[in-house]
């Protein structure tokens, strides 16, 4: 199945939030909004989704034979039918609703690692993953006995794929990686990672909960094995996502969790499952979640991915320019960063930035971002994070750099 098609752009980007800002009723005109990694503002396209799901068209899916509950089952089913398009899905059988990415991966290391690997088998990941593409796999180690090793960053904070070739080896049977860094908006080269995993018979799985908001995902072309994202970055609502497999992966796992929905026939002798999605989306889904992703994605087509990516990768060359002439500021993460800077200031806690950003209108994020083990590498306990969206524009960098030298002048 082909993506849709998106809008084209050419010349240098608008003023986002000149075009954009106005679709976004949680911002306002004077709130600067940096945290778009942590979660993205919801468009009104998304609210009115939500809303009508849950009122006028409310009912459930897959179960009543009366109208509404029909016709809220089409439109579910065309949410899946929606995200595997807009991921180069071949088909929407391949395309299973969670939680969310983190959801996701405890389902893959469950379902697929827990039944495929043995003790002593291998797992690698990179040395910036957020924890939850480290936990699960920690988890599923500890329980069969397989082995962790961590792939170390090059010096301009990308995974280093050279360190990567060199280490891996028949063992390792699962490689699971960021596509996009959430601390330092690094971008994986996706195609050649997945190359070096197959090279030795090992899958990958790819975290795009980063990516999808900025860039064109298609999975085929990446030639990845799993794929997992969050609605709620993708300017959608929470506690709703997406894993994305091959189908004769998704086919050779069990199920995820029991319950109904996932069923084929259930007798106290001997139950038979629903065949892939189906099997792993166990109980009353969320339902109106995949009625706003399938908003959400609509608004971000009607704008188009390469433009949104043209906006943010200018905005994040206006920050780390100006940034870059703070002497006691200290960035992180390569230049051409997604949407994404991350940065010290010398002597002054993360914590306190945001609290003074804060009082300048100004949210960003303080903190470890879910991320230790990098911050660990980088040599801090914490960094702060301005991050870009859709709305983002030229004023809120001025106001990020506004109140920065606030901090460096309370601070000396």
Aim: proline share 6%; net charge negative; aromatic share 8%.
């Amino acid at each position: 199945m082909a993506p849709p098609p998106s809008t084209s752009f050419a010349g240098p980007p608008p003023r986002a939030g000149e075009d954009f800002r106005s679709d976004f009723p949680g911002i306002g005109e004077v709130w600067h909004y940096l945290d778009t990694a942590a979660t993205a503002q919801k468009p009104q396209r998304v609210i009115d989704a939500i809303a009508r799901g849950y009122g006028p068209d409310y009912a459930t899916v897959h179960r009543g034979v009366y109208k509404r509950s029909a016709d809220m089952t089409l439109a579910y089913e065309a949410a899946r039918r929606r995200v595997a398009g807009f991921i180069g899905a071949g088909s929407e059988n391949e395309i299973v609703f969670v939680r969310g990415a983190t959801e996701g991966i405890n389902l893959v290391a469950t379902c697929w690692a827990g039944e495929q690997l043995k003790a002593g088998d291998r797992i690698l990941l990179s040395q910036l993953e957020h924890h939850s593409n480290i936990v699960p796999w920690q988890m599923i180690a500890e329980k069969i006995g397989a082995h962790i090793d961590v792939i170390p960053l090059t010096e301009d904070h990308r995974i280093d794929l050279d360190a990567m070739a060199a280490m891996i080896s028949p063992a390792h049977k699962l490689v699971s990686l960021a596509h996009v860094s959430n601390v330092l908006g690094s971008v994986l080269d996706c195609r050649r990672a997945a190359d070096i995993a197959h090279a030795v018979g090992a899958k990958i799985l790819l975290d795009g909960c980063q990516a999808v908001p900025r860039m064109r995902v298609d999975v085929q072309a990446l030639d990845c094995d799993f794929y997992v994202f969050s609605a709620h970055k993708l300017y959608g609502p929470t506690g709703f996502g997406v894993l994305w497999a091959r189908p004769e992966l998704l086919e050779a796992m069990p199920p995820y969790q029991g319950g109904g929905a996932m069923i084929d026939r259930v007798s106290f002798e001997k139950t038979t499952y629903a065949p892939p999605p189906g099997r792993f989306e166990a109980g009353t889904p969320h339902i109106v979640g995949a009625l706003g992703l399938h908003a959400a994605i609509d608004y971000v087509e009607s704008i188009g991915l390469e433009r949104i990516h043209a906006i943010e990768t200018d905005l994040v060359a206006q920050t780390r320019a100006a940034l870059s002439q703070i002497n006691s500021v200290r960035l992180f993460g390569p230049e051409e960063s997604a949407g994404i800077v991350s940065f010290v200031i010398e002597g002054v806690h993360p914590h306190d930035i945001g609290t003074i950003l804060d009082e300048e209108g100004v949210a960003i994020r303080a903190g470890h971002h879910c991320a230790q083990p990098l911050m660990a590498s980088l040599g801090v306990d914490a960094t702060a994070r301005a991050s870009f969206g859709v709305y983002s524009d030229t004023s809120d960098v001025d106001a990020l750099v506004r109140g920065i030298e606030r901090v460096t002048r309370i601070f000396g």
